[in-house]
Every structure is written in C-alpha cells, then in structure tokens.
C-alpha cells in the first residue's frame, strides 16, 4: 500500500496532463499571451511531474525521475499529434525538460543545504523565519 501511496501523486500529474493533452483545442484567445502561459504551464507541470517522481524514489534517483519525465514528456507529444487540432513538437518537449532542471536545481539546492542528504527542495518543517528559534 505504501509503494501506491509513493506513486500516486506522480501518476495524478500523469493523468491531469494526459487529460490536457487530448483536448482539441486550448486557445484561450489572448494571441501571443496564450502561447507564454502554455509554455509556462508545460514548465510547471513538468516540474511538479518530476518533483513527485522524485519522492517516489526517496529523492534518491533523480537520473531515474528525469528519465520517466523525459519519456512521458516524449510520449505526451506523440499523444498530441493523435488529437485532431493538436500536434507535437520537440520544442515542447524542451521547455518540458527546463520544467524539470527547473526542480532538479531546486532539489539539488536544498540537498546542499542539508549537507548533501537527499530529500524535498523545502525544509521538513518550514517555519518562517522570524519563528525560528
């Protein structure tokens, strides 16, 4: 149960952006607009995408959480091009992987931060600082 519990949100993330992905159209009319906040979206998604693949593994195989990212990345545009008024294109799949060195970097920062010992980019116990002791 516990491996499921690891992996459910990964898999939630999967399928919100399999969901997005089959839909015909997703202009929202606000021309050059439109395309900045879809990239913008395709580098949050994706990096949420890889944050819980990461603690899926115990944020101990970021090579492996950026491989599956990078596969499902791959496989969501292939997906696209199925989908009338859709395509695919490697661009997206970039802006994808900056999604994705987005949140490595993040974790990496906070790994360095904890004197190298994996775990989230965020403090376990985030407290603000003025509350710290």
Same mark, same amino acid.
């Given at each position: 149960?516990?491996? &499921?519990? $690891?992996?459910?949100?990964?898999?939630?993330?999967?399928?919100?952006?399999? %969901?997005?992905? =089959?839909? /015909? @159209?997703?202009?929202?009319?606000?021309?050059?607009? @439109? +395309?900045?906040? $879809?990239?913008?979206?395709?580098? +949050? #998604?994706?990096? #949420?995408?890889?944050?819980?693949?990461?603690?899926?593994? !115990?944020?101990? $195989?970021?090579?492996? =959480? +950026?491989? #599956?990212?990078?596969?499902?990345? &791959?496989?969501?545009?292939? !997906?696209?091009?199925? &989908?009338?008024?859709?395509?695919?294109? /490697?661009?997206?799949?970039?802006? @994808?992987? &900056? %999604?994705?060195?987005?949140?490595?970097?993040?974790?990496?920062?906070?790994?360095?931060?904890? %004197?190298?010992? /994996?775990?989230? /980019?965020?403090?376990?116990?985030?407290?603000?600082? $003025?509350?710290?002791?």
């Amino acid at each position: 149960m516990r491996r &499921v519990s $690891r992996y459910a949100p990964a898999l939630a993330v999967m399928a919100l952006i399999f %969901g997005l992905s =089959a839909q /015909p @159209d997703l202009s929202s009319g606000l021309g050059a607009w @439109d +395309t900045l906040l $879809r990239k913008l979206a395709h580098v +949050t #998604i994706y990096a #949420i995408l890889w944050l819980t693949i990461a603690r899926a593994t !115990h944020w101990r $195989r970021p090579l492996l =959480a +950026t491989a #599956i990212a990078l596969l499902y990345a &791959v496989s969501d545009e292939v !997906h696209q091009s199925f &989908v009338a008024g859709r395509h695919g294109t /490697p661009v997206d799949v970039a802006i @994808d992987a &900056v %999604g994705m060195g987005l949140a490595a970097l993040a974790w990496a920062h906070g790994a360095r931060r904890r %004197g190298g010992r /994996p775990g989230p /980019p965020w403090p376990r116990r985030w407290q603000p600082a $003025r509350l710290r002791p």
